[in-house]
């Protein structure tokens, strides 16, 4: 199959430039498209055939359910039985990198939310994903468009690595500016489960609604044989080829930690030159190695969210034997990195 790439122009007006894709999609075909979270592959939410598609594509097991996108948050009560927190969640944060999971209606096949009688509904930020939507006509089904088990596409350019050749199109729209995927949350009563951490911390969804608990296997792996309140939270993720490792202070206000894990760094490099580090611009300076990346400054915690995945990317077009990666504190946006970087590690975590 060919698959067309567009690359948007931002300085001109985006539907004309998205009528193709948003025709492709109404008529079934797979689009993959910018967000601000990760890029996602989309197809009609409302078509079965479509979303089987999108499984292939993929090579994902078809019981993890895919996120239905919508152009606009009032749009959500289509295709799902919304209440009063929605209507507070999707005032506070939408459009934008949170997805909501509610019972679903009729319309929404099996197929697309995996077996589940819930579906999980997201109005993205970006604005050339909500005009995509808007011009199909249809709600957008979309994984991210990786290949099953690859970290999540950040860029155009993973995209075409993972899928060119198995899509109809794909859309260049930039780099996403969150880098992680989209907070879940499944309504429970008057609480919020928290299913996946994301942009969306916590303490923002706090201000909506007081009581907010985080799932199980956020960051602790579940017990053997339990199944997770989000299926695809089960699969190993997010996994770079080489082995992982994370480095994290026994005590998080050791002083000495940065020297400490410079020094833990340089004794990797010195066993093995091709070992893969992934730290901060300040430690730069101090370590030598083909395979040294950063994923920006200590405190950015933003821009570490924004690189994580690119950098996981890179190191698997190297040939670097194992890979050790400083993390920071679970907090804020750094509860979602945290919970990515377990998963690519396997919950491997190097305390110093
Ligand atoms: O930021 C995002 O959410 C991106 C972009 C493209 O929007 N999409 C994304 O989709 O990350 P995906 O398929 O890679 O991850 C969806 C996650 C899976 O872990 C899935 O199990 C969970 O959402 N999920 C979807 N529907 C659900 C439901 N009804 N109940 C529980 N979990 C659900
Ligand atoms: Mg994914």
Redesign the pocket.
Known sequence: MKTEFIKIDFTKPFAEQLSFPARVLAEGGLVA?P????????GNALDADAAGKIYAAKG?PSD??????IARPSDAGKYAQVNDLYEKLAKAFMPG?L?V??P?KENIPLSV??G?????V?C?GDPV?RELIRLAGVPVA?????VSGRP?PTAAHHVVCDLDGRIDCIIDGGEAE?G?????V?IDGDRLIL??P?AITPEMLRTVCENVVLDNGILDRLPEGTA????????R?YAPRARVYLLRAENENDEKFDEKAIGFFREKLSEDPNSGILCYDEYLPFLRGEYVYSYGQKQDDKAHSHLLFDCLRRFDETDASAIYAVVGKAEGIGLALYNRMLKASAYTVIYI
């Open positions: 498209f967000t601000e979270t990760v890029y996602g592959l989309g994902r993890n359910p895919l996120i239905v996108h990198p997805t999971v509610l679903k939310t995996g589940l009688q819930t579906v999980g997201r993205p994903a979309a994984p991210s468009a990786n999540s969150v992680l995927e989209s907070t879940i499944k299913l996946r994301g997770p309140e989000a299926p695809g939270m089960k699969y993720h």
